[in-house]
């Protein structure tokens, strides 16, 4: 074992006692009061850590908040990002409280995506604190809190401070194997609304436009832009339409989540979902882009810098991708050096049966140190 991983070792219990709390802080991204409680005490966190704070308030989401070590200092910053904000609704945890079985896993909603992400790398900048290693440069932490439906309320924020950064650290979970994520396609999601006109589904259906006829033609024609063999995906996710079984119905609202691997492909595929026309005479076709994130490109030069300082240290790396996004793609986009998956390892991201594993808590926070200091 690596002298910066068996320091970090020693932290293990801390480091799960403070997740402890953190999972049992529930955050979903639409309740801003209970993010703010997770914004709170983060803010309360990176003060005890000796940063300078900035609460970035937000109306419609939690409030983000940024923590500064060295600010005056020379040299462009590392910039750790992280999301507070979980998919899981306040009372998931009275459903599934936080435990931890024999084989090392340790359970609760929002574990591994990613509060886990918060403890690894908070632990880090406190042990390189600690042991007198922090280096003489910017080190900013961003906590944002709308990262599950889309950052739309901290994108700019990310960005802005991605083009004042020489590196980005992303605390989300690595891949299955543990492996650091260097890529990542590119998501986006959209609505197709769908106004037809109702009619008596008896007396007159030859009055009516049917939505639903619409939209089954829509689908069929939307379905054949998938281009799974090089990474493009067109999923229609979710459906409403209809109201009574004897009238035509009137609309359809519909979401659909795309996929690409290259700016390129994103883009030739956007502009055939926006290009839509009705099939039946009569019909309204619209289509709303709701979010996007751009693909995240692998940059080998940023793994091997990481890989050959995981390496002094006495750790060892692998690199792979994924086809989820993360606010890494944001910075990836403007060219900045981005690593994702520096977050807890585990699986059951989204499920009930979400888990860290407990031993690659202190693993990844070595790393997360050994690459603030030396890079």
Request: proline share 4%; hydrophobic share 40%.
């Amino acid at each position: 074992m690596s002298e910066l991983k068996a320091f970090f070792e020693t932290k293990q219990q801390t480091m799960i006692d403070l997740l402890t709390e953190l999972v049992e802080i529930e955050s979903p991204s639409k309740d801003k009061s209970a993010v703010d409680k997770m914004s709170q005490r983060v803010a309360t966190l990176f003060d005890n850590a000796g940063a300078s704070v900035e609460i970035h308030a937000r109306d419609e989401v939690g409030d983000i908040v940024l923590g500064k070590w060295n600010a005056e200092a020379d040299g462009k910053p590392i910039l750790i990002l992280s999301h507070m904000d979980t998919v899981w609704d306040v009372g998931a945890v009275a459903e599934r409280p936080v435990r931890i079985e024999d084989d090392g896993r340790m359970y609760g909603p929002g574990a591994v995506d990613m509060k886990g992400g918060i403890v690894i790398a908070l632990t880090a900048i406190q042990g390189l604190i600690e042991r007198d290693e922090l280096p003489d440069r910017p080190i900013w932490y961003l906590a944002t809190s709308d990262e599950e439906i889309g950052s739309k309320h901290s994108k700019s924020l990310i960005e802005e401070l991605a083009q004042q950064s020489a590196l980005v650290l992303v605390t989300e979970p690595p891949t299955g194997d543990g492996s650091l994520k260097t890529w990542r396609k590119g998501t986006a999601s959209y609505t197709l609304n769908i106004t037809g006109k109702s009619a008596h589904a008896g007396n007159e259906p030859e009055q009516g436009i049917n939505a639903i006829i619409e939209f089954a033609q829509q689908a069929m024609e939307l379905n054949q832009l998938n281009d799974l063999k090089y990474g493009t995906s067109v999923s229609v996710t979710v459906v409403n339409g209809g109201g009574a079984t004897n009238v035509i119905p009137d609309s359809v609202t519909a979401r659909l989540d795309v996929r690409a691997m290259s700016v390129q492909a994103y883009e030739k595929v956007h502009k055939q979902l926006m290009d839509r026309m009705p099939f039946m005479p009569g019909a309204q076709v619209e289509m709303v882009r709701n979010h996007y994130r751009p693909p995240m490109k692998r940059d080998g030069e940023v793994f091997t810098k990481a890989q050959q300082i995981a390496k002094t240290a006495g750790i060892t790396i692998r690199e792979d991708g994924a086809g989820g996004g993360s606010d890494g793609n944001f910075t990836a986009a403007l060219g900045i050096p981005t690593l994702d998956g520096m977050g807890a390892e585990g699986a059951g991201l989204h499920a009930p049966h979400e888990h860290i594993l407990i031993s690659s808590l202190a693993k990844k926070s070595a790393l997360m140190a050994a690459i603030i200091r030396d890079w």
